[in-house]
């Protein structure tokens, strides 16, 4: 995990110990139960544990899974990011579907502090496809009640300018068009409404969903307001500038549509 500067294996290490570096530590709540965090970090170091970083010269179902979705061009270019890794056999449950296994795209989610604090997965078929289920895509309990609240995947290294986008294969779509800037993923609407940013981000650049709904959009120009308030530089760019008409879509269906730059 480059972002921790520390190894995957020291990560992982200090999870199984239970053990929390003041600038890595797992962020926890002043007047949370111990039961309940002990519990969600338990789940978490078990997910750690099996996973397997991202290499473009590995070949499993979530390598297979981005060439399906059209970011190929990641792992022929040996850009795939620090904070994508595979989990060849992770069991799925849901309520009123029979329990199985599956191997797993999963992704660590940080806090503005840079704190893990949960995590998301995407169950995948042998083939590289979304696992037959009503759920393939799902994200681990947060650390404790509330800390998802501010928090992203954090799937390169930023310094100053920074892309935002809600799912991560848009975020990936995004570092396909320009590859220079570095890209975090929110997950949901709501999440990109209360992302917050360290204050060294000051060029930001966020990248809306359009949903029937006109949530992404929503959510999009309220997080650009607040970032400006914060003297920070936003630009918002909307897909349906490139998507054909009365269409719905996002950035990673713009660039499938063979688009590989955005104004």
Same mark, same amino acid.
């Given at each position: 995990?480059?972002?921790?500067?520390?190894?995957?294996?020291?990560?992982?290490?200090?999870?199984?110990?239970?053990?929390?570096?003041?600038?890595?530590?797992?962020?926890?709540?002043?007047?949370?139960?111990?039961?309940?965090?002990?519990?969600?970090?338990?789940?978490?170091?078990?997910?750690?544990?099996?996973?397997?970083?991202?290499?473009?010269?590995?070949?499993?179902?979530?390598?297979?899974?981005?060439?399906?979705?059209?970011?190929?061009?990641?792992?022929?270019?040996?850009?795939?990011?620090?904070?994508?890794?595979?989990?060849?056999?992770?069991?799925?449950?849901?309520?009123?579907?029979?329990?199985?296994?599956?191997?797993?795209?999963?992704?660590?989610?940080?806090?503005?502090?840079?704190?893990?604090?949960?995590?998301?997965?995407?169950? /995948?078929?042998?083939? !590289?496809?979304?696992?037959? =289920?009503?759920? +393939?895509?799902?994200? *681990? $309990? @947060?650390?404790?009640? #509330?800390?998802?609240?501010?928090?992203?995947?954090?799937?390169?290294?930023?310094?100053?300018?920074?892309?935002?986008?809600?799912?991560?294969?848009?975020?990936?779509?995004?570092?396909?068009?320009?590859?220079?800037?570095?890209?975090?993923?929110?997950?949901?609407?709501?999440?990109?409404?209360?992302?917050?940013?360290?204050?060294?981000?000051?060029?930001?650049?966020?990248?809306?969903?359009?949903?029937?709904?006109?949530?992404?959009?929503?959510?999009?120009?309220?997080?650009?307001?607040? /970032?400006?308030?914060? !003297?920070?530089?936003?630009? =918002?760019?909307? +897909?349906?500038?490139? *998507? $054909? @008409?009365?269409?719905? #879509?996002?950035?990673?269906?713009?660039?499938?549509?063979?688009?590989?730059?955005?104004?």
């Amino acid at each position: 995990m480059k972002s921790f500067n520390m190894s995957f294996c020291s990560v992982t290490r200090m999870l199984e110990d239970e053990r929390v570096p003041a600038h890595i530590q797992v962020a926890r709540p002043v007047n949370a139960s111990i039961s309940d965090p002990t519990k969600r970090l338990r789940v978490l170091r078990q997910h750690l544990q099996q996973s397997k970083q991202l290499q473009s010269a590995n070949r499993n179902a979530a390598t297979q899974y981005l060439r399906n979705r059209g970011l190929g061009v990641l792992i022929d270019g040996n850009d795939l990011p620090d904070n994508l890794y595979f989990i060849p056999n992770l069991q799925y449950r849901n309520p009123g579907e029979r329990t199985q296994r599956f191997g797993c795209m999963f992704a660590a989610v940080h806090d503005v502090e840079a704190s893990l604090i949960g995590g998301h997965r995407v169950y /995948l078929s042998a083939d !590289g496809k979304k696992a037959p =289920v009503s759920t +393939p895509k799902k994200s *681990l $309990p @947060a650390a404790f009640e #509330g800390a998802m609240h501010g928090a992203a995947v954090r799937l390169y290294p930023a310094k100053h300018s920074l892309c935002i986008t809600e799912g991560i294969e848009t975020a990936l779509a995004v570092r396909c068009m320009r590859p220079r800037l570095p890209v975090w993923a929110t997950l949901t609407a709501g999440g990109m409404r209360t992302l917050r940013l360290p204050a060294e981000i000051c060029d930001v650049h966020i990248f809306a969903d359009h949903d029937l709904s006109g949530e992404g959009a929503k959510a999009a120009h309220a997080l650009a307001a607040r /970032l400006r308030k914060e !003297g920070r530089q936003v630009k =918002v760019y909307c +897909p349906s500038y490139y *998507l $054909p @008409a009365n269409t719905y #879509g996002d950035f990673l269906d713009v660039w499938c549509m063979g688009v590989t730059s955005y104004e």
